[in-house]
């Protein structure tokens, strides 16, 4: 009862906005017009980017505007449920938005380490993160390099462990992207215990924990295929984190001679369920881990509705919406069929 009566308010706000999420039919519907700007024509029918894609104009609809409107609209719906959530709620949405605050320093470093002239403007974003973070966009966003970049980190979380980076001569992209993906993951499964109910936490670990398996699951696979690194390297970039494989396991297929191997013993885990039939002839682990999140995701919010949970669930699935727009704008807009 004490969940209902915490939860019941937060789960009709939740329950409100769903009712504009974009389902499987409109997207095929999107997938078949003829142009992007028709696309967004179609996006402005729903109230989460109408308002957002009032006022642009066709010249205006390049990838990287989109891209950056859409994650508008993430940041708002985000500002929506913590204006209307409880002290408890904000805290574990505090801990939740340091996944935005990582996207956005990606998107600045990726602009540092390509030394590009054409800064990303986040002026935009600016009064959201002002609210939530420490951080100043603009001045991230103005970096010129990597050593900048780092610099402009300081005093926040992330500084420290670019900063060795920095130090030990391995300050490259892939480097720094792994480090700031591991710091999130590192900070959730160690928080939840400060702030969650037992129960609540059980909600998270199944759902980052299933994250942070299939995300190594998907570097192990990729380290073989196409990289062709030794298993140090592997271990290296791997989270520090499990759920549902054993550290035996884990071991055994950084320690594959090949990427058939890998495969081969992917399917003695737990994840063996959620393979499909066809995996080995044409490897796809990320449309698989796509799956699987999805399906825990889901999952969680309709066994304990009146909970994290549909706060979890509501912010995971705004964020799938936005990727999937983004890949059928990107089908329409160079004539790709999405299979």
Request: overall charge neutral; some cysteine.
């Amino acid at each position: 009862m004490g969940s209902l009566i915490a939860y019941s308010g937060i789960t009709t706000k939740v329950k409100a906005m769903e009712r504009w999420r974009i389902s499987d039919s409109q997207f095929e519907e999107m997938g078949l017009l003829e142009s992007v700007p028709e696309a967004v024509d179609y996006l402005r029918r729903f109230p989460p980017y109408g308002d957002i894609f009032n006022g642009l104009e066709d010249g205006q609809l390049h990838r990287g505007n989109i891209e950056q409107q859409l994650n508008l609209s993430q940041y708002r719906d985000f500002a929506k449920l913590y204006k209307f959530a409880n002290l408890k709620q904000r805290r574990f949405l505090d801990l939740y938005f340091m996944h935005y605050e990582i996207g956005i320093i990606k998107t600045c470093l990726r602009n540092a380490a390509g030394h590009r002239d054409q800064r990303q403007d986040l002026s935009m974003f600016r009064e959201f993160f002002d609210k939530h973070s420490s951080l100043d966009l603009i001045q991230l966003s103005e970096s010129q390099n990597m050593e900048q970049f780092v610099a402009n980190l300081n005093g926040s979380p992330y500084y420290g462990p670019l900063s060795q980076l920095q130090q030990k001569g391995k300050l490259t992209l892939p480097e720094c992207e792994n480090t700031l993906d591991m710091i999130y993951f590192r900070n959730i499964w160690r928080i939840k215990k400060k702030y969650l109910t037992k129960g609540e936490q059980k909600i998270i670990a199944q759902c980052f924990g299933t994250r942070m398996d299939v995300l190594n699951l998907q570097w192990i696979y990729r380290s073989k295929k196409f990289y062709h690194l030794a298993p140090a390297d592997i271990y290296a970039i791997l989270i520090p984190i499990n759920l549902h494989l054993t550290k035996a396991q884990i071991n055994r297929m950084v320690e594959a001679e090949s990427a058939d191997e890998f495969l081969t013993l992917l399917e003695t885990t737990w994840y063996k369920r959620s393979l499909p039939a066809g995996l080995r002839d044409e490897p796809d682990l990320k449309s698989v881990a796509d799956e699987i999140n999805d399906r825990i995701y889901l999952l969680t919010s309709r066994r304990e509705p009146y909970s994290i949970a549909i706060l979890n669930s509501y912010l995971y699935f705004k964020e799938r919406e936005i990727e999937r727009i983004i890949t059928t704008l990107e089908s329409i807009r160079y004539g790709v069929k999405i299979s």
